[in-house]
């Protein structure tokens, strides 16, 4: 088996256990109450989920901030220095700056270690997109394969991954110049919860707007109908900011329309919390076609 170091961000998403399980480096990221900053792991040590998500329906607004270049470098040469490659699979770069400053690093880290690899790979993805992109790669690398073979199913992924999700909170949206003042205003009166995909940039986008819960959540089912890949082995990973009757719900309505799929229940860490606030409610999947295109 190739000697290389599968490595990702938080902002995947995927539950505590599972990047043990699948062997994968995961790098924390900060974010801010006011002037103190925290740290985000995967086991919540700095900040549970629990009071992150009190704090934010409470009125406070956290800021997110990029990984630090000097971490990236910490991260990378732990493995450069045990003489092993890297691929590390990053934060959509339609999202965040982190893919520029990792790629930086690793062509300075090149120069230092000659004869080392260090593949930076743009997911295009955010929450648990990136987190099916993270899964399929380690489980091929686990399989036996090499780091470009792993890459490429990286790729393949990303390209048919198919993200949707819902909100609750307009006013986040509108924080992030995704809905006007107006929208949001009026949407939060009606009960609208839009729904929104990453497009084949890494973007947001928002595509439908529902009214109520149970009509933005039957838009998610109908999508899985249209677009699952019923002939490649589904993994399907659902997650949630603080709303989990509103995932379990969703469960049910997968598990009813595609039987025998493997289901992951995940939550929504504060980097991407900070973003889309309390109540946001996800759904990926391997698609049978090219992802949302704008």
């Known amino acids: 088996m190739e000697n290389f170091t599968l490595v990702t961000d938080v902002t995947c998403d995927l539950n505590a256990p599972m990047y043990e399980e699948l062997g994968v480096t995961c790098i924390p990221m900060g974010f801010l109450f006011g002037e103190t900053e925290y740290m985000h792991y995967p086991d919540g040590r700095e900040m549970p ?10 009125g406070e607004m956290p800021k997110t901030a990029q990984i630090n270049p000097l971490v990236y470098r910490e991260t990378f040469e732990k493995s450069l220095a045990a003489g092993k490659d890297i691929l590390y699979l990053c934060f959509s770069s339609g999202l965040s700056g982190c893919f520029a400053t990792a ?9 230092e270690y000659p004869g080392r690899t260090i593949r930076v790979l743009d997911t295009k993805s955010a929450s648990v997109g990136e987190g099916l992109v993270v899964l399929r790669a380690a489980r091929a690398k686990n399989a036996g394969a090499t780091l470009e073979q792993t890459a490429e199913v990286a790729e393949e992924t990303l390209r048919h991954c198919c993200h949707w999700f819902t909100v609750d909170n307009l006013m986040h949206l509108r924080r992030g110049g995704r809905l006007s003042s107006f929208e949001a205003i009026v949407g939060s009166a009606l009960k609208i919860q839009p729904v929104l995909t990453l497009d084949t940039e890494g973007k947001l986008a928002v595509v439908s707007k529902e009214r109520g819960t149970k009509n933005a959540l039957q838009y998610l089912i109908r999508r899985l109908r249209e677009d699952v890949d019923r002939n490649e082995p589904q993994t399907i990973i659902l997650a949630h900011a603080d709303c989990e009757a509103k995932v379990l ?8 329309t595609y039987p025998g799929a493997e289901v992951h229940v995940c939550e929504i860490g504060p980097v991407i919390g900070s973003h889309v606030g309390n109540g946001m409610c996800a759904m990926v999947f391997y698609g049978a076609r090219p992802g949302f295109e704008a």
């Open 49 to 58: 989920l629990a009071v992150f998500y009190q704090r934010l329906e409470g």
């Open 103 to 111: 790629l930086m690093i690793a062509r300075e880290l090149e120069k």
């Open 249 to 256: 719900m969703l469960r049910t309505m997968v598990e009813e």
